[in-house]
């Protein structure tokens, strides 16, 4: 059974940076759509960034372009997201996620969920 499970969240001031890790257990992501979405309560869901695995695009929400970077190794079946100048409206619980049926990028439709991590942004 697939599990994902998210580190690296944290609080950071203005201008700082964190790097996400959403490692996998129990199936490989080499081969599947990956992303990454956000919750802040109250509000709907936003997807960030995600890969598809058709054709390597990346794809990333207007508000973090030039800011936030996805990735994926292969090797240790761990998925990334490197957010670098964060701002106050960054802060938010981060999930990643993918999709055993081959859906979930570049429309965020994503089956398989982590538990998400706090990422807060102030000074």
């Known amino acids: 059974q697939l599990q994902l499970v998210e580190s690296g969240g944290g609080l950071v001031q203005p201008g700082g940076s964190l790097r996400l890790s959403c490692a996998a257990s129990?199936?490989?992501?080499?081969?599947?759509?990956i992303g990454w979405i956000r919750q802040v309560p109250g509000k709907e869901r936003e997807g960030v960034s995600c890969?598809?695995?058709?054709?390597?695009?990346?794809y990333y929400a207007e508000s973090v372009k030039g800011r936030f970077t996805i990735s994926r190794d292969n090797a240790k079946n761990t998925m990334y997201l490197q957010m670098n100048s964060l701002k106050p409206e960054d802060t938010a619980v981060y999930y990643c996620?993918?999709?055993?049926?081959?859906?979930?990028?570049?429309?965020?439709?994503?089956?398989?969920w982590g538990q998400g991590t706090q990422v807060t942004v102030s000074s």
């Open positions: 996620a993918t999709d055993l049926e081959g859906y979930g990028c570049p429309d965020y439709s994503f089956g398989s």
């Open positions: 129990g199936s490989t992501l080499e081969n599947l759509h």
């Open positions: 890969i598809s695995s058709s054709d390597g695009m990346t």
